[in-house]
Antibody, heavy 119, light 109 residues
Framework: QVHLVQFPGAEVKKPGASVNVSCKTS????????IIWVRQAPGQGLEWMGR????????KYAQRVQGRVTMTTDTSTSTAYMEMRSLRSDDTAVYYC???????????WGQGTLVTVSS | SYVLTQPPSESVAPGKTARITCGGN??????VHWYQQKPGQAPLLIMY???DRPTGIPERFSGSKSGNTATLTISRVEAGDEADYYC????????????FGGGTKLTVL
């Protein structure tokens, strides 16, 4: 059974700080599936942040977060990571990782990490 | 990047049929995927490649596409179907691989 477990469950950060979120996967061959990151601001819709191929390490980021986000993977532990820097109040959101099937649909999701940016 | 347009809300009585639309120019040339999200939960893939249901999704859920509009149909609606529904398209040739619709809040009366 496929599982994606995110850590931490929640973080509170000050503006300008960084946050690191991990996404530990199990139940499938990690390098065979792209991992995406999506965030959802309070009461808002889903926003794609970017993707990473665990096989190649190739990444692609949304323009809105380009330059502030880095996605990485550790194939030895089947874990994906997302680092967001220079946090602003409008980065307050629940951040999700998800597995992509054939790159384009997302069939398994982490439980989400609430990141609150507040002074 | 492109835009996917969904109605913000739909209401339906139990046992009736709900139809949630997703419009956008790119829909005519790309596959559409649908997600259900209940409060406090992660999204759940309920339809992919326009009309395929993942394992475990009830047959009451179906998807279709015509021209630039995709439709998620929920037959014999139940109280447990009350949720937000998002359509999504993947276009790697775009500056943004993935776009989600704005979401539709389905209320079961």
């Amino acid at each position: 059974q496929v599982h994606l477990v995110q850590f931490p469950g929640a973080e509170v950060k000050k503006p300008g700080a960084s946050v690191n979120v991990s996404c530990k996967t199990s139940g499938y061959t990690f390098i065979n599936y792209v991992i995406i990151w999506v965030r959802q601001a309070p009461g808002q819709g889903l926003e794609w942040m970017g993707r990473i191929s665990p096989y190649s390490g190739n990444t692609k980021y949304a323009q809105r977060v380009q330059g502030r986000v880095t996605m990485t993977t550790d194939t030895s532990t089947s874990t994906a990571y997302m680092e967001m820097r220079s946090l602003r109040s409008d980065d307050t959101a629940v951040y999700y990782c998800a597995r992509a099937i054939q790159d384009e649909a997302f069939d398994s999701w982490g439980q989400g990490t609430l990141v609150t940016v507040s002074s | 990047s492109y835009v996917l347009t969904q109605p913000p809300s739909e209401s339906v009585a139990p046992g009736k049929t709900a139809r949630i639309t997703c419009g956008g120019n790119i829909i005519g040339t790309k596959s559409v995927h649908w997600y259900q999200q209940k409060p406090g939960q992660a999204p759940l893939l309920i339809m992919y490649y326009n009309s395929d249901r993942p394992t475990g999704i009830p047959e009451r859920f179906s998807g279709s596409k015509s021209g630039n509009t995709a439709t998620l149909t929920i037959s014999r609606v139940e109280a447990g179907d009350e949720a937000d529904y998002y359509c999504q398209v993947w276009d790697p040739s775009s500056d943004q691989d993935v776009v989600f619709g704005g979401g539709t809040k389905l209320t079961v009366l």
